[in-house]
């Protein structure tokens, strides 16, 4: 083995890494947010929580992308420490499939059929799909199939690579002299675990081990406790994603590392504990592809069964090695860690989105409590949401943007370019109610009062923009265009009853009733409430074109506007909203 042979392992690893990079992105990208809802959904009980981390691992095929996801989940308060440790515990189970289809490139056989299971036989076949796919496809789907179908011919390649670079070996005395100081099972275990942490991947590691069997120089007694510090080794990734995150998260990787060292001792304790009692004849025998695959596999499952149902204890554990702080936490407003798995993401923004809208409607509300009585604490409490609105526009704002330079789906860009759209709205809509709430507080301060007849008609607006604000969010956070069409007709009568009451105002100027300083107030009024209903037609517009991105909203509503469903529509508002007699 020359220099040349470290070369093509070196070439051979970053191919592997790289495939699997670009399949489990892939695959994420596919699942959307589907994923992150699917943890929050079922992880109620540890049974089902591990069978989900499981599942989970072996559609994305990388256990590192679950753990990141979960600590950036429990940061964001999403997901509480307990739900995440049944899905930990099961995407350690679910990361064995991978040296599972490594293991068929052992198969021998002079059958074709039994021959073309050998990933490399078939994995060109792989590789000539994805890129047909890639370049000839028009859908986004289809395309991302193929980068995931080329991500594993690349990964086949690499694990090729690597098992060329490696097979002089196995006519070197000198790395036969070198491997058999991996008897020492702690010496096997510290080179797992220091060898996975600097690839962070524990595929990739177990992927070599497979490679260096092919070789049949590696034993029994030195695959064991490699396989069993691979698993620690896994868990680098974990504590870098923990960096500068909430305690609770940090004690997500707590769990992760905890979890892996007491099963990697409890096993070394109960194997060589048994082998000093039992002879095991089978530590001598060589080892081969299948084997570590199957080692890693009974490993990995019997320390999920020992543990899970200690799993309480674990939490405990973590709480103990990640102490709370007297002083409370700031709360995490979306974590930077979901930004590698965009479909959480985007969930995640989707759920501060909603939180933004209602805050926007509640401070409406409480602005035109304001007109009706007057309090301090109301407009304390108004200017806080003010704040928080403005909060909520700027960190959404910056995080979706960050979002929309990942690569993402088709769905999942719409979802993107309807919450940047709709937050500037959602935040307008409280500035207005911050303009009510001064119009408020001069009637409050200078004692004056509208007239009942200017009471009366405030009102039946106050209560069509409180049905509009309804339909408007509503539509937004189903996503319905087919709801967003009815706001329309609604935002007409809305600017029809105001100019209605400008005109009546104007009558009570003339006769007396009403005065210029009034008039002024009314007038601020009626064009902050004007607003907020042009507010909520923007954002069922915006509904309709993230939905149909074939059709010019504003063109489409004025084709509504001609048909006579629209008018039938608007006469039924019309009548729903009637002033009172002046």
């Not at 490993?299 to 007297?326: D, G, H, R």
């Not at 501060?352 to 007057?374: C, D, H, I, P, T």
């Not at 909520?392 to 990942?406: A, F, T």
Request: hydrophobic residues 45%; contains cysteine; aromatic residues 6%.
């Amino acid at each position: 083995m020359d220099i040349f042979s470290v070369f093509t392992l070196c070439g051979g690893l970053a191919f592997f890494l790289f495939g699997m990079n670009t399949m489990s992105k892939s695959l994420e990208k596919m699942a959307g947010g589907k994923l992150e809802r699917t943890l929050k959904r079922m992880t109620s009980n540890p049974a089902s929580s591990l069978l989900l981390g499981a599942g989970i691992t072996i559609a994305i095929q990388s256990s590192s992308a679950v753990t990141v996801m979960l600590v950036g989940l429990v940061n964001s308060g999403v997901m509480e420490l307990g739900q995440t440790i049944g899905v930990i515990m099961g995407s350690n189970i679910g990361t064995t499939l991978t040296a599972w289809i490594l293991s068929l490139s052992g198969i021998k056989s002079g059958n074709v059929w039994v021959n073309l299971l050998k990933p490399e036989n078939f994995s060109p076949l792989v590789a000539l799909v994805g890129i047909l796919l890639i370049m000839a496809s028009k859908k986004q789907k289809k395309r991302d199939i193929g980068r995931i179908l080329m991500g594993f011919a690349i990964l086949m390649y690499g694990m090729e690579l690597m098992k060329e670079a490696v097979s002089p070996l196995q006519d070197m005395p000198e790395f036969a002299s070198i491997l058999t100081a991996f008897n020492n099972p702690l010496l096997g275990v510290l080179v797992g675990a220091v060898f996975t942490g600097i690839i962070q991947s524990s595929a990739a590691s177990v992927g070599i081990l497979q490679a260096l069997a092919m070789t049949g120089a590696v034993t029994y007694g030195m695959a064991i406790p490699i396989i069993m510090g691979q698993n620690i080794g896994t868990c680098v990734t974990a504590i870098l994603s923990s960096i500068g995150v909430s305690r609770s998260a940090k004690r997500v990787a707590a769990v992760h590392i905890s979890f892996n060292i007491i099963g990697t001792v409890i096993c070394l304790f109960l194997f060589y504990g048994l082998g000093s009692f039992l002879p095991l004849t089978f530590m001598d025998d060589t080892a081969s592809a299948v084997s570590v695959a199957l080692c890693h596999t009974v490993f990995n499952v019997f320390t999920t069964a020992i543990l899970l149902p200690f799993s309480k204890q674990l939490e405990k554990l973590a709480c103990i090695l990640v102490k709370s702080e007297t002083k409370s936490e700031q709360f995490a407003f979306l974590d930077p860690l979901l930004l590698r798995t965009p479909g959480a993401a985007i969930n995640e923004c989707i759920a501060m989105v909603g939180k933004m809208s209602e805050l926007a409607r509640k401070n409406f509300l409480l602005a035109v409590e304001q007109l009706e009585s007057y309090t301090a604490d109301r407009e304390t409490q108004i200017l806080e949401d003010e704040d928080k609105l403005d909060t909520y526009e700027d960190r959404l704002g910056d995080y979706l943007v960050q979002i929309s330079r990942h690569g993402l789906s088709g769905e999942n860009s719409r979802q993107v370019s309807r919450m940047l759209h709709c937050i500037g709205d959602f935040e307008r809509i409280g500035d207005h109610a911050v303009n009510i709430q001064e119009s408020a507080q001069e009637l409050h301060d200078k004692q004056l009062a509208f007239s009942d007849c200017a009471k009366g008609e405030l009102e039946v607006l106050s209560k069509a923009l409180n049905d509009i604000l309804d339909h408007a969010l509503d539509c937004f956070s189903i996503n319905d265009p087919e709801a967003a069409v009815l706001v329309e007709p609604l935002e007409e009568t809305i600017d029809r009853l105001i100019e209605e009451i400008r005109l009546r105002h104007i009558e009570r100027l003339q006769s007396g009733v009403c005065t210029i300083q009034l008039g002024f107030i009314l007038n601020d009024l009626l064009t902050n409430f004007e607003r907020v209903s042009d507010h909520c037609s923007n954002i069922a517009v915006c509904v309709i074109e993230t939905n149909r991105p074939d059709v010019d909203a504003h063109v489409y509503l004025h084709n509504i506007k001609q048909d006579s469903s629209f008018a039938q529509a608007l006469q039924v508002d019309m009548n729903r909203y009637i002033l009172p007699n002046p």
